[in-house]
């Protein structure tokens, strides 16, 4: 992943959507620490593509994400 990660940054990619419905702690903690070592921002998102894919049990997954505020703003910021 790590090679990936790279990859990304060379093509100009800006930020790692680290929370997302899907993701596990694990997973966060895997891209909050490659946000950190390859200088993206962190992002988070809870999309909605699909009922076939984005679904929780009946629900859809829009809005199961949580962001946390200040890392919101500070990639909100970067944005300006």
Not at 33 to 46: E, K, N
Not at 63 to 69: E, K, R
């Amino acid at each position: 992943r790590d090679r990936q990660l790279q990859i990304f940054k060379d093509l100009g990619v800006d930020a790692l959507e680290v929370f997302h419905p899907r993701h596990l702690p694990s997973d966060q903690s895997f891209y909050r620490d490659a946000a950190s070592r390859y200088g993206f921002l962190i992002s988070g998102g809870s999309d909605f593509h699909a009922s076939d894919t984005d679904m929780y049990g009946e629900l859809p997954s829009l809005g199961t994400a949580a962001f946390p505020l200040d890392l919101a703003k500070k990639f909100l910021g970067a944005l300006l």
